[in-house]
């Protein structure tokens, strides 16, 4: 059933490895374009479609919050799986629920396994995208383990479907190549402006920070925000 699905994944080697270089403690050059020999099997082959597909934030809190947080994540990297665990759920309760921070989540690709995730969380739209996620992360070890191309298709498709997504729906996603363009040159332009090199990174009032406790982060939040 996904065996077509899968062949289109193979375009987006290049884009996926170029991305990469942004994660290398070393500065490296940005490659700012992509061929896509497997076009055909995309949604759409107009080469100004990826430009012109908006990426939108993903954003959690009160919108007007005197602090905003941006998190800069992996789905296959296990530190951002373990701060979701444990860490995000605080945070979560004392400071976004309560209106003290605007949360927003950024995705860091480093191969195509988390590319694909993306994609499935994306597609389910801005008000499933984060309880995907959290799915996405609690499971990380079963899906992003699961063996060959195929088997991890598969895998995240069942965790769509318990999201309440459709089969159709879950192809069409995972077929669209215009959008993983799209979404690998807004990771580019994202992790570039904000010298992001590791995951999870988060940018703090304007300034950048790695990975930290809840009594870190609590602590963190409490000075920016004068409390």
Not at 6 to 20: E, H, M, Q
Not at 105 to 116: P, Q
Not at 212 to 222: A, G, H, Q, V
Request: hydrophobic share 40%; glycine share 6%; proline share 4%.
């Amino acid at each position: 059933m996904f065996r077509k699905t899968l062949t289109l994944f193979a375009v987006f080697a290049i884009a996926l490895a170029a991305g990469y270089l942004l994660i290398k403690p070393e500065p490296a050059k940005v490659t700012e374009s992509f061929e896509l020999p497997f076009a055909a099997n995309a949604q759409s082959t107009d080469p100004d479609s990826a430009e012109e597909t908006v990426i939108e934030e993903m954003v959690l809190g009160n919108p007007d919050a005197p602090l905003t947080v941006i998190e800069y994540a992996s789905f296959t990297c296990p530190h951002c799986a373990s701060f979701h665990q444990n860490t995000y759920y605080d945070l979560k309760k004392n400071y976004i629920d309560t209106g003290k921070i605007k949360f927003v989540f950024r995705e860091i690709y480093f191969d195509k396994y988390g590319i694909w995730a993306s994609m499935i969380a994306r597609c389910a739209g801005p008000e499933k995208f984060f309880g995907l996620t959290d799915m996405l992360l609690s499971s990380q070890r079963t899906w992003a383990r699961a063996g060959d191309d195929l088997a991890i298709v598969n895998e995240l498709s069942k965790i769509a479907r318990l999201a309440g997504m459709e089969e159709d729906q879950i192809q069409g996603c995972l077929r669209d190549g215009v959008k993983v363009k799209a979404l690998v040159e807004w990771y580019k332009e994202n992790a570039t402006a904000d010298n992001v090199r590791s995951t999870p990174s988060f940018i703090i009032d304007g300034q950048l920070y790695s990975n930290m406790s809840y009594e870190e982060f609590s602590k963190l939040l409490d000075e920016k925000l004068g409390s």
